[in-house]
């Protein structure tokens, strides 16, 4: 980032959470947030029936950017969730059927629900998918309008795109077009519902800077991107995954009590740092938490883990499960 200084709540709220990697425009970005109620996406895909932890921090950005006054685009995948995101992968995706990617979408979608407001409002939040438009297209109408403004050469110098070959990693031909499939999104969404802003994972940054330019190509002017940090764990593991498995936000594959035992059981490295992602608690009182030592630490972390578990499962889960014993002082936003 420059020496700018942001004056909207949001930009704000990511610099400040650890939510801030990369801007294509923070000015311009600044300017359109500053007018309230920005249409802004994340896109998310229907292979599994679960999102785990390692998601949760792309959830969490659409809820502060809702809390600030913006409106929360949710694109559900069951477009490109037939090709597969290559991004981050040594190895082809296993395609999924039609009905199987709509199962997971079902279940996928309860994780939004709790955690953003949907309905009409200026900020509410809204649910597409992207086969509306995607299961339309013909192969035909896909190269002649946005397969020519595109350049091979730039996409081979993409990371989704260079990494797999660098490691001698094959690339189907489907997966190599899954970036044109993610930038025609923008536009679409720009066209659709005055979508401006895209956000995603520090690996997706390829991606949505070419729906930037295929946006500015089609008349599409003015869109910005926003992405964070691919986050791990103090000691350099994937966030999400444990020894133990994925840790899955759906109840139904991990109980809540699972789930409060694996934020109650962080390193201590991350406390600070998972706060500011996974709670809503206030940044000073988190500065605060952080700064304590040895077995007051420990403190924080049941903090952490109330409040990241009921954030989620709602007020009445700590009670529900733990009873008393767990719901010790809350630090609340």
């Not at 764990?233 to 409060?260: R, S």
Request: proline fraction near 2%; include cysteine; charged fraction near 25%.
């Amino acid at each position: 980032m420059t020496d700018y200084i942001p004056k909207s709540d949001y930009l704000n709220i990511a610099l400040q959470r650890g939510f801030f990697h990369q801007c294509s425009d923070v000015e311009l970005l600044d300017k359109l947030l500053l007018k309230g109620g920005l249409p802004g996406y994340i896109g998310f895909d229907c292979t599994a029936k679960s999102f785990h932890v390692g998601n949760l921090v792309q959830i969490m950005r659409l809820y502060w950017f809702q809390k600030t006054g913006n409106k929360p685009i949710v694109l559900m995948g069951g477009g490109t969730s037939r090709v597969g995101d290559p991004s981050g992968k040594d190895a082809t995706r296993q395609l999924l059927q039609i009905e199987k990617i709509e199962e997971n979408k079902g279940h996928l979608k309860n994780t939004f629900q709790k955690l953003l407001e949907f309905g009409s409002g200026v900020s509410s939040a809204i649910m597409v998918d992207n086969a509306e438009w995607l299961a339309e297209l013909g192969l035909v109408d896909v190269l002649r309008d946005v397969g020519t403004k595109f350049s091979v050469n730039r996409m081979l110098s993409m990371e989704s795109v260079k990494g797999r070959i660098d490691r001698d990693q094959e690339m189907s031909f489907i997966e190599f077009n899954y970036m044109i499939l993610q930038a025609y999104d923008f536009v679409e969404l720009s066209r659709r519902y005055g979508c401006k802003l895209q956000m995603g994972g520090s690996d997706q940054w390829g991606n949505i800077v070419s729906g930037i330019d295929l946006g500015r190509r089609m008349g599409e002017n003015d869109l910005a991107a926003l992405t964070c940090d691919l986050i791990t764990t103090a000691d350099g593991k994937k966030m999400g995954k444990t020894a133990e498995g994925a840790v899955w936000l759906d109840p139904d594959l991990l109980p809540i009590a699972k789930y409060w035992k694996f934020w109650r059981n962080v390193d201590d490295r991350d406390v600070g740092r998972f706060l500011r992602l996974f709670t809503t608690v206030d940044v000073g009182e988190i500065d605060r938490l952080e700064s304590l030592q040895e077995h007051e630490l420990e403190e924080a972390k049941t903090i952490l883990a109330n409040e990241a578990t009921s954030l989620l499962h709602g007020s009445n889960a700590l009670t529900s499960v733990f009873g008393g014993a767990a719901s010790e002082t809350r630090t609340h936003s």
